[in-house]
């Protein structure tokens, strides 16, 4: 299952995303956790070292495994240099199994701790002023795009600021279930508004956290501009204050009402049934329109002959079921 934190920039979505990475990591979940974020801190909160995290390359920086990979044997790709966000998966494309060793974890992942780790970067000296961080969130979707996931596999996804997962690269889509961190304030309210709007088009399951919360009249003013999608707040803390000036502390230290939200994160994930019919249609549309409002322009070919019409995710988890019966 794929749970996705979304919110305002500061609003604490990365802290929520490493405390959830951690409390499955806890309970022995498998657990892969992917900094979607321009500003890249989330391997340090999750203990990575500086060292390590240097020397991790970066989806989003270098491409050329990913694409590579998932291009496979597939003919109605002409090369891996076409493959987009949008990209669909078909008949011949390299998947990349949650739980399987391949070239795609060897290259990007590093792992500690229970939890396995990756990044798509952010700019370098040669990006400064040449290209906007959609480069790095596209290929964040190539990789969700071939990825094979299922009940007991945890996939979170720290996501960029403000609703630009659900808007222009449509990568909220790809995941089962959204969590919006929300403080009460109006900017981070307003982001909601724009993101309830987004998944309700194309049925994302979003649930609102709130964060920073104060008191009552904090938790009041969330719900009152959210309404029911508030399902739980977390309150002020010691554990995570400490948290964030780097100071470590074991999970089993964080305040009681806190970690009953991080169990309430899981069970509404786990209460939601994967609809790989779904996902597919939704990846269709999403490619459909790329493909003609920029790509075959982009790449003089008409990109809608990338889609298999006989490729079917569940044909795929079928047949896997069958052989490991």
């Known amino acids: 299952m794929r749970i996705a934190f979304c919110g305002k920039g500061g609003s604490g979505k990365s802290t929520v995303s490493s405390l959830m990475a951690k409390y499955l990591a806890s309970m022995n979940k498998d657990v892969l956790v992917v900094d979607g974020d321009i500003n890249q801190h989330l391997g ?6 500086d060292d390590a995290l240097k020397e991790q390359p970066k989806l989003g920086m270098s491409p050329e495994v990913l694409k590579e990979f998932v291009k496979g044997t597939n003919p109605r790709i002409p090369d891996a240099s076409y493959i987009t966000e949008s990209c669909p998966a078909g008949r011949g494309s390299g998947l990349i199994h949650f ?139 010691d554990f995570v204050r400490d948290f964030e000036k780097g100071i470590a502390r074991p999970l089993s230290e964080l305040e009681t009402e806190n970690k009953d939200v991080l169990d309430l994160i899981l069970q509404k994930t786990d209460s939601l049934k994967k609809d790989w019919n779904k996902y597919q249609e939704i990846g ?28 079917s995710y569940e044909d795929v988890i079928q047949s896997k079921s069958k052989k490991a019966a």
């Open 44 to 49: 340090q909160a999750l203990g990575f070292s």
């Open 99 to 237: 739980n399987e060793t391949n070239p795609v974890f060897d290259h990007y992942q590093l792992q500690q701790d229970g939890i396995r780790f990756m990044a798509i970067g952010g700019h370098d000296d040669s990006d400064i002023g040449t290209t906007c961080y959609h480069k790095f969130t596209g290929i964040f979707g190539v990789f969700l795009n071939h990825l094979i996931d299922g009940q007991n596999q945890y996939l979170i996804g720290d996501m960029c600021a403000g609703a630009d997962p659900f808007a222009s690269s449509g990568l909220a889509s790809r995941f089962d279930a959204v969590f919006l961190v929300v403080e009460p304030t109006v900017k981070s309210t307003s982001v909601y508004k724009q993101c309830r709007e987004y998944a309700d088009m194309f049925d994302t399951k979003l649930f609102v956290i709130g964060n920073k919360i104060e008191n009552k009249s904090d938790i009041h003013y969330i719900r009152e501009k959210v309404g029911d999608d508030l399902i739980a707040c977390l309150s002020k803390s």
């Open 284 to 311: 269709m549309r999403f490619h459909k329109s790329a493909a003609e409002g920029w790509g075959n322009a982009m790449y003089g070919i008409d990109m809608m002959g990338f889609v298999d019409p006989e490729f």
